[in-house]
């Protein structure tokens, strides 16, 4: 049983099993997202991730975080099911797509994992390391959340973006064209800069 409810709850959230094939499909589940660019001596260190549930999906996914039933996540019934949900999301890289002048980067861990329920709604927080630092040549990074199988949509508003560690750089939110997903589909949106 405890299986099938981690199944559910990774599915439903993140990605359906298998792929649709049509392009009658849709988002279920609604996310906001919100990122922190930390940077240190002109390297681009770690992404912070905020990732905000829809009211509905939120009380949806409490039903399996929940697990005395109380109408409340606590500390204890995070820890215990945040291996099983870290492990899903980093053979999904998070679905955070990076890429430093056109060439992907892997996201295989997250930092400081963790999930607040507040006021009905479900909050994710993360933190992905990367190594990108500055060259001799400029680097233009990307960087994309969504979900392949276009069941959750995931949005980021360019004033949900904030560096710390470089003062004055100009970050743009693109249509990201080279990322298309959904059998070509869907074109996201990416987070655009360079240093």
């Known amino acids: 049983m405890k299986t099938v409810r981690y199944l559910f709850l990774l599915a439903a959230f993140c990605t359906a099993c298998i792929v649709p094939q049509t392009a009658k499909a849709h988002p279920h589940v609604f996310v906001d997202s919100s990122l922190k660019l930390n940077f240190t001596n002109n390297t681009l260190t770690s992404i912070d991730v905020v990732w905000t549930f829809d009211e509905m999906s939120s009380d949806m996914f409490l039903i399996d975080l929940d697990t005395n039933a109380d109408g409340a996540l606590t500390t204890a019934e995070w820890v215990k099911q945040r291996p099983d949900i870290e492990g899903y999301l980093g053979e999904q890289s998070f679905f955070v797509h990076v890429t430093c002048n056109g060439k992907r980067i892997t996201l295989e861990k997250i930092k400081n994992f963790t999930a607040t329920f507040s006021g009905g709604i479900l909050k994710y927080a993360m933190t992905l390391p990367v190594n990108i630092a500055k ?54 949106t990416a987070v655009t800069f360079e240093f």
Do not use: C, H, W
């Not at 400029?138 to 979900?147: C, G, H, L, T, Y």
């Not at 743009?172 to 990322?179: K, M, N, V």
């Open 135 to 188: 060259k001799t040549d400029r680097q233009k990074v990307q960087i994309a959340i969504f979900d392949p199988s276009y069941y959750t949509d995931f949005y980021t508003a360019l004033e949900a973006v904030s560096v710390s560690g470089k003062k004055n750089m100009p970050l743009s939110i693109d249509d990201a064209p080279e990322l298309a997903f959904y059998q070509g589909q869907i074109i996201p």
